[in-house]
T-cell receptor, first 112, second 114 residues
Framework: QQQVKQSPQSLIVQKGGISIINCAYENTAFDYFPWYQQFPGKGPALLIAIRPDVSEKKEGRFTISFNKSAKQFSLHIMDSQPGDSATYFCAASRQGAQKLVFGQGTRLTINP | EPEVTQTPSHQVTQMGQEVILRCVPI?????FYWYRQILGQKVEFLVS????????KSEIFDDQFSVERPDGSNFTLKIRSTKLEDSAMYFC????????????FGSGTQLSVL
């Protein structure tokens, strides 16, 4: 019930294309869903996050789509750039909890 | 931009040895965390710490692990008797208010247990 399942494990996209990473969760008590970006040798950094009262959140080229009934959320990167090449983690957390539950991570490569 | 600093970046130790991983959280932060990531696996929560007490810990955080804030700036994770399966990247994180939205991670310490 605490798991967050992320797919795909790795993804290769051409420059200018759309990158899509998906996550699914089981615990309906989760109320905060962030995406983290991690470059080699660095810690995860918050990219964008959503709460379940909205179905979509957009910040620049990054969009989270949230489907509460399906218990799924996804990250869309529009006009993907080589600088977006990194590992992306989805995560979830419930109100009052200290911890984030992370997905397995997706290694994204944007080919020039 | 303020950042969470972790030292060393890579530590090698022999099985059964004690190891201390060090972190300097952002200066006005009050809530501190350790996460770990075994190679190729997901990032896992270990422990949270506030007001000199553990506020939450995972099943991973057994009696071999301890945390301490020995002074006003450092936050440490001690593993008393390391096992091969403790080999992982250990991330320290901190937040000022305890809000999940304001969590900052360090760059990690890669622990290799031989």
């Amino acid at each position: 019930q605490q798991q967050v399942k992320q797919s795909p494990q790795s993804l290769i996209v051409q420059k200018g294309g759309i990158s899509i990473i998906n996550c699914a969760y089981e615990n309906t008590a989760f109320d905060y869903f962030p995406w983290y970006q991690q470059f080699p040798g660095k810690g995860p950094a918050l990219l964008i996050a959503i709460r379940p009262d909205v179905s979509e959140k957009k910040e620049g080229r990054f969009t989270i789509s949230f489907n509460k009934s399906a218990k799924q959320f996804s990250l869309h990167i529009m006009d993907s750039q080589p600088g977006d090449s990194a590992t992306y983690f989805c995560a979830a957390s419930r109100q009052g909890a200290q911890k984030l539950v992370f997905g397995q991570g997706t290694r994204l490569t944007i080919n020039p | 931009e303020p950042e969470v600093t972790q030292t060393p970046s890579h530590q090698v130790t022999q099985m059964g040895q004690e190891v201390i991983l060090r972190c300097v959280p952002i200066s006005n932060h009050l809530y501190f965390y350790w996460y770990r990531q075994i190679l190729g696996q997901k990032v896992e929560f270990l422990v949270s710490f506030y007001n000199n007490e553990i506020s939450e810990k995972s099943e991973i955080f057994d009696d071999q692990f301890s945390v301490e804030r020995p002074d006003g700036s450092n936050f440490t994770l001690k593993i008393r008797s390391t096992k091969l399966e403790d080999s992982a990247m250990y991330f320290c994180a901190s937040t000022r208010t305890g809000r999940r939205e304001k969590l900052f991670f360090g760059s990690g310490t890669q622990l290799s247990v031989l």
